[in-house]
């Protein structure tokens, strides 16, 4: 298994979220000192102007880390479900960024975006779903002439009205049937729903990526009410033999100081799972 943090522009790290591209050196020598098998960026770090494009493939080229996955693909403006979806416009944004993410060294890109996804109020629910199939099964192709997998998120009720489980997640890979559409599991997020891990191992092969956070969604390890159960979350990852990557995303309280615990936490996790 690879362990990686969310970092960088975007991300959810406090003294990262406003961080000019002066600052990736310095973040991604963290990171190179923490143990991290890769980063995880966020899509908006990449869609910008050609010119800042070029400018952040030029600052990470230096380093042996790189950026293979990404996180908050679409922005909310680009609605994926209700009646303002332009799904012709979605789809070039996609093919834009996807393609984006796959030159920095990306092999997966996070489909959250409850901005982009949330089932308009009055809107039936049983047509958002239709629409997120119907885009799901429009942007395969698009990622597989590129090369990169898209992994579904589940989120929680907080911040999402339209996939809120894992188990929903699984059929809604199921029902968009592409290789390169598949699933992540979020511990955080199923902690808030309450979700059982079952679901996790029953995934099996449709899983491509994984996010974990502490208790309040912190850093693995800091917590100030006890530590989540990563060992389960593991035991289930490990019953659906899934081994690829796992990235805390969370808040930090001191990014330097923090990242090294961090990582030895998760690789101790896992090997006790």
């Not at 979605?90 to 796959?102: I, K, Q, S, T």
């Not at 199921?174 to 598949?182: E, G, T, W, Y």
């Not at 060992?231 to 330097?256: H, P, V």
Request: aromatic letters at 8%.
């Amino acid at each position: 298994m690879k362990f990686g943090i969310c970092c960088g522009p975007g991300s959810f790290v406090p003294q990262e979220q406003n961080a000019a591209q002066s600052s990736i050196a310095r973040m991604m020598g963290v990171m190179q000192d923490a143990g991290a098998d890769y980063v995880e960026f966020a899509v908006g770090s990449v869609t910008g102007s050609e010119e800042d494009f070029e400018k952040l493939r030029a600052d990470l080229e230096p380093h042996s880390l790189k950026a293979e996955a990404f996180n908050s693909f679409i922005p909310a403006k680009h609605r994926i479900t209700g009646p303002d979806v332009r799904l012709n416009e979605v789809l070039e944004f996609c093919e834009l960024a996807l393609g984006r993410c796959m030159a920095l060294g990306g092999s997966v890109v996070v489909l959250g975006s409850a901005g982009a996804r949330k089932v308009p109020e009055g809107f039936d629910v049983a047509e958002a779903e239709r629409q997120f199939v119907e885009f799901g099964r429009a942007l395969g192709p698009i990622a597989d002439a590129i090369g990169i997998d898209i992994a579904i998120e589940p989120l929680n009720k907080k911040e999402d009205n339209f996939c809120v489980s894992v188990a929903h997640g699984t059929k809604l890979v199921d029902a968009i049937s592409h290789p390169r559409i598949q699933l992540l599991a979020d511990l955080h997020h199923m902690v808030e729903e309450g979700e059982s891990l079952l679901p996790v191992a029953a995934a099996g092969a449709r899983l491509k990526h994984t996010h974990v956070a502490d208790l309040g969604r912190v850093a693995p390890g800091y917590a100030s009410g006890g530590e989540v159960n990563f060992e389960g979350f593991f035991r289930a990852l490990k019953a659906a033999n899934y081994d690829a990557r796992c990235s805390f995303e969370g808040s930090f309280g001191d990014i330097e100081a923090q990242s090294k615990p961090v990582i030895r936490l998760m690789k101790q996790r896992w090997a006790q799972a």
